[in-house]
């Protein structure tokens, strides 16, 4: 482990037992005599280190067990077997000095008192962590100038929309300054908007207070923007680690190309350059998209700008969604250094 | 002191959350109120013309009623009892993640809702004793003082009980069972409807093998001068007793809890 490692997870395993209720009645009455359990892998054998300073995106489907281990890391759940360290401690100890140095963001839920205005949840944090004045004042100023949600602090937090709810939580969360920021689908159902302002201020934030950061997401818009470097993880394994750049040199087997033609071309003549994905010969507009082994990809552009009578030609990467849906889709999944 | 302070700004919080519902709150004083209510109508009742039944006097009786309704609204007011679906919906993470001591956290609360009641107890007791007058023996200081510290003993009692329930929300999302038993429970053998020692002298050394007796029969007992000074120390040392078996208890049922905690959702 290097000096300025920040977490440091080895081995880790969390494994739930579930119970499983046949439907309807007939189920409800059999489950209160004899119930079937099974174990549930959320986090099967996973190993990972973190800088500081660096902001790492959790991938994967729902359940794949990114927010287990966040939680792990948080000191909410207790490791089947392995060691996890945060900032030195092991986090189930919960030692308060560990945890004036971290928060945990969930998008789903939030610690906002719900009958009563925001400030003062923001002032019970300034108590709970024994933020001195000065600093609670200026972090306060800062946080809610970023923001810009100084006109909603008087406002009861169950009157406020998502949105505003959610940046109110944040300052929430951020208002002890702390080093390590877990964030679990901060920008979930928010619009395109506000996902973009929270995106941009998760940004500074890391920057100007040098702040390790784990997000987990499903819109890939908050990865691909934030983070360079991704986790990838699938029914509790972790199947890829390392710069998100990289999983598309990686996975992606093709290229896709967009070709809009001048005349109309046939199908069987297109189909010798590669796999069909789109294909319109309709009026005036005859276009199609193309799926190419990236190898060749652009060795066979050559070739249909000789044969066809090509307007406009574009190579571009598949969308890292389609990526990952794809490494996703796969039965095996072995697990990738 | 900084500590404390934290705790102090939460019994604050809990407090303004509990005044946000003003129709809730006069809804359930006026249900504790209701049920005083019915318990002297019904003792006033059976005495009629009677001097004296089951060795009480209507007086005594009616006293008895008075403080024991006043003993049991500050030792059984809780916050609490929705604790369990706190647990087991994972709203506790928010808790267990901040430098608080969970315990503490929780205690705030409800010593929050007991404060809050309070203020209402006092009126109601007024309005009671205008209607009842029931003869009020004032207590000397030293019994006064026992009595209060009593009350305590019966709140943290409770607070402990309560946290035993709240902790089936670690396992289970059924507790209102449980729960509903246990105030069943309460309400017949804490001694609020009518005093312990009418019951069959059986059921009454069965009552007094559990807690039950010190979540109001016992204090109002004291505060009405019926237990003798040499008895006042045992019945110290039982109170004292059952607090220490329940922290020991809570201590280990929570943090089993804790440990399989899954902090569904959250």
Known sequence: MSK???????????????????????????????????????????????????????????????TTTLKVLSGLLYPTSGQVRVLGFNPWDRKSEFQKQFALVMGQKNQLWWDL?????????????????????????????????????????????????????????????????????????????????????????????????????????DVKELCERAIIIDKGRKIFDGKLQNIIDKYARNKILSLVFSKEVKEKDLKTFGQIKEFAQDGSAYTATLLVPRKTATVQAGKILNKLPVQDLNIEEPPIEAIIREVFGDAKNTPVK | MKSLRKYWSLLKISWETGLVYRVNILLWRFRQFLLTLMSLTLWTVIFGSADEVFSYTNAQMITYIFVASVAQSIILATALNGLARTVYTGELSNVLVKPVSVYLYLA????????????????????????????????????????VLWLIGGAVLNFLITLLFGAIGFWSPDIWGPRFLFFMIVSFTAGNLYPLDILPEVLTRVLFLTPFPYFAYMQSQLFLGRIDSSETLLHSAVLAFWIVVFAIIVKIVWGRGIRSYSAQGH
Do not use: C
């Open chain 1, 4 to 66: 300025d490692t920040v977490i440091s997870v080895k081995n880790l395993k969390k494994y739930f037992q579930v119970y499983h209720k046949e439907p309807g009645l007939k189920g409800s009455i059999k489950s209160l005599w004899s119930r079937k359990y099974e174990v549930i892998k959320a986090v099967d054998d996973i190993s990972f280190e973190i800088k500081q300073g660096e902001m790492v995106g959790f991938i994967g489907q729902n359940g794949a067990g990114k």
């Open chain 2, 108 to 147: 705030a609360q409800d010593v929050a809702d007991k404060l809050k009641n309070f203020g209402f107890i006092i009126f109601e007791s007024l309005g009671l004793y205008l209607i009842f007058q029931p003869p009020l023996v004032i207590p000397s200081a030293a019994i006064a003082t026992l009595f």
């Open chain 1, 117 to 221: 205005p925001a400030m003062e949840t923001f002032l019970l944090n300034k108590a709970i962590y024994e933020i001195p004045d000065k600093q609670f004042q200026a972090t306060l100023d800062r946080l809610i100038d970023l923001l810009d949600i100084r006109d909603i602090l008087d406002i009861q937090v169950r009157k406020l929309s998502l949105g505003q709810r959610m940046k109110a939580e944040l300052v929430a969360a951020l208002l002890h300054n702390p080093k390590v920021l877990f964030l679990d689908e901060p920008t979930i159902g928010l619009d395109v908007v506000m996902q973009k302002i929270l995106r941009d201020f998760i940004k500074q934030y890391n920057k100007e207070f040098k702040a390790t950061i784990i997000l987990t997401s499903h819109y890939m818009d």
